[in-house]
């Protein structure tokens, strides 16, 4: 099953694109993993919060397929520690599917049809995080999932 992150905006931070590439690289050997970014809205100044969320909207579901499962990354979704996210990995490739889908929106959050089309919502803190430092974060996490899953021991307990 091919993973996706969907971000809307791009990593600027040397450091965070360092430690990007660094787990994007390890994870190679373990899925099949695609990072988009979408670009954020060139006229958002002139915008209200709600059109663009809605524009920003429109460009996350048009890369997500319709066979996708998608779960958006959102403060107010369920929380995981990293075995648990592991397990909710696993039962979403026992589920089987070409791809699923994670996604951290813009600022402002998600769009209503986002919301409506998302399969679920992942909660990675209480606590806020720049969207460019969730990204690394995120990736990180799916390595570390993905190394759970194969009993490997970057992860201890």
């Known amino acids: 099953m091919k993973i996706q992150l969907i971000c809307v ?56 397929d319709r066979s ?11 929380s995981f520690n990293s075995v648990g ?25 998600f769009s209503d049809e986002v919301y409506s089309r998302a399969n679920g919502k992942i909660s990675l803190s209480e606590m806020t995080f720049s969207h460019q430092m969730v990204r690394l974060f995120f990736i990180e996490q799916i390595y570390r999932a993905l190394t759970i899953l194969k009993g490997e021991p970057y992860h201890h307990q």
């Open 85 to 109: 996210f592991s397990k909710f990995l696993q039962k979403k490739f026992n589920q089987g599917g070409k791809s699923i889908a994670f996604v951290v929106g813009g600022a402002y959050g």
């Open 9 to 64: 905006g791009k990593t600027e931070r040397a450091y965070l694109k360092e430690g990007e590439s660094e787990y994007l690289k390890r994870l190679k050997h373990y899925c099949s993993f695609e990072k988009i970014e979408i670009l954020e809205l060139k006229n958002a100044k002139k915008l209200r919060e709600d059109q663009i969320k809605t524009e920003e909207g429109k460009l996350i579901l048009a890369k997500v």
């Open 68 to 78: 996708t499962q998608l779960i958006l990354l959102d403060e107010n979704g369920k």
